[in-house]
């Protein structure tokens, strides 16, 4: 079992966590000596994960967290502050994807992927941001959907595209103290994909398949590491080279 010391104590936070593309990151974070806080609505799911992943001797602890609610936020930096939480990372993650075409499309669907896709990431950097005392590290996870136009994905490429404008914007205001940066995964295998047509648009890459959750996550620990403490307001595309055709 790894013993945590006090650098270890570093805090990242981790949205969406509970499975797919945000338990990996945690899981990731975690191993290379993070304390990360998972966060999710899936309480159940969450739990148990978390759970899973301190058998194995590292520091990870689950909170619930509706990343549109502007008190949720508050409260979870509040309880930060109040311990001896050095919160130097954010991974904004969650995220909703509902495949429809524009016609097909609710208004109430469209703003549901504003408010967690883009609303939420906002809430995170405005509540988590401060707290980052020394130096730290945003990263939010837009898609390729933001980058390409593909026939389905309106409500969901527009929310993405949104938050690729907003990090860029953050990294100015942020700087120098935190890095905000902007990860475009493709097609990747997880259950929000659930309601995409099978393969979504990962037939059309180079790679022709999704990835797997965890062949993200290492761009995501570079990004808060201080390995890329020269990287800032930049946009990653991790695509099995969709974007490359």
């Given at each position: 079992m790894n013993t945590i010391t006090a650098v270890q104590r570093r805090t990242v936070v981790v949205t969406g966590a509970a499975r797919g593309q945000g338990a990996a990151h945690a899981a990731l974070l975690a191993r290379t000596g993070y304390r990360v806080v998972m966060t999710?609505?899936?309480?159940?799911?969450?739990?148990?994960?978390?759970?899973?992943?301190?058998?194995?001797?590292?520091?990870?602890?689950?909170r619930r967290l509706d990343v549109t609610d502007e008190a949720d936020w508050a409260r979870l930096a509040s309880s930060l502050a109040a311990t001896d939480a050095a919160v130097c990372g954010l991974v904004n993650n969650a995220g909703i994807l509902r495949y429809g075409l524009i016609s097909d499309t609710s208004v109430q669907t469209w703003t549901l992927h504003e408010r967690v896709n883009t609303l939420g990431p906002f809430l995170g950097i405005r509540a988590l941001a401060p707290l980052m005392t020394t130096t730290g590290s945003i990263v939010n996870v837009s898609s390729t959907a933001a980058l390409v136009g593909s026939a389905g994905y309106a409500a969901y490429a527009a929310s993405k595209a949104a938050l690729i404008a907003l990090t860029k914007v953050a990294a100015v205001e942020c700087a120098p103290r935190v890095r905000v940066n902007v990860v475009c995964p493709g097609g990747v295998a997880t259950p929000m994909n659930d309601d995409e047509p099978a393969g979504g648009t990962s037939s059309d890459a180079p790679l022709a398949r999704r990835a797997r959750p965890e062949e993200i996550s290492p761009l995501i620990q570079y990004l808060i590491s201080e390995a890329s403490s020269f990287v800032t307001g930049s946009t990653f595309t991790i695509d099995g080279g969709l974007t490359a055709v």
């Open positions: 999710d609505v899936l309480d159940e799911i969450g739990e148990q994960y978390a759970a899973t992943v301190r058998t194995r001797g590292y520091d990870v602890d689950y």
